[in-house]
């Protein structure tokens, strides 16, 4: 069973910043693949970032590709560091992890589909962007 733990979330003006951070605990580690995904008020679930853990692969949403970085720290925390954020980036942030080892493109296409491989959730860390 993998636990994850949101945290970093706040609020802050357009154009600023916020750092997220996710930490893993609990063995035995079987995922390689983890993803930040956010969801609005009213609106669906959408996918923000992922990682492929085993070989570093990283993948954006078009919404957020040159603006947020998602990095991982020896396959304990995975961050999202959030740059020129915009109001429309207010959102519930939510981490997830695979409840299994999965090849690069599979993780990839797990990111892309928000495919029921993201078995592990955490709580969830809100980011509020005023204008």
């Known amino acids: 069973q993998v636990r994850l733990e949101e945290s970093g979330g706040g609020s802050v003006q357009a154009g600023g910043s916020l750092r997220l951070s996710c930490v893993r605990s609990?063995?035995?580690?079987?995922?390689?693949?983890m993803a930040w995904f956010r969801q609005a008020p009213g609106k669906e679930r959408e996918r923000v970032a992922g990682?492929?853990?085993?070989?570093?692969?990283k993948y954006y949403s078009d919404s957020v590709k040159g603006r947020f970085i998602i990095s991982e720290d020896n396959n304990d925390r995975v961050d999202l560091q959030m740059n020129n954020l915009k109001p429309e980036d207010s959102a519930m942030y939510y981490c997830a992890a695979t409840t299994r080892i999965l090849k690069s493109t599979a993780c990839q296409r797990a990111f892309q589909t928000q495919g029921v491989e993201f078995g592990y959730w955490g709580q969830g860390t809100q980011v509020n962007v005023s204008s």
């Open positions: 609990e063995y035995p580690y079987n995922t390689n693949c």
């Open positions: 990682v492929f853990l085993s070989g570093s692969s």
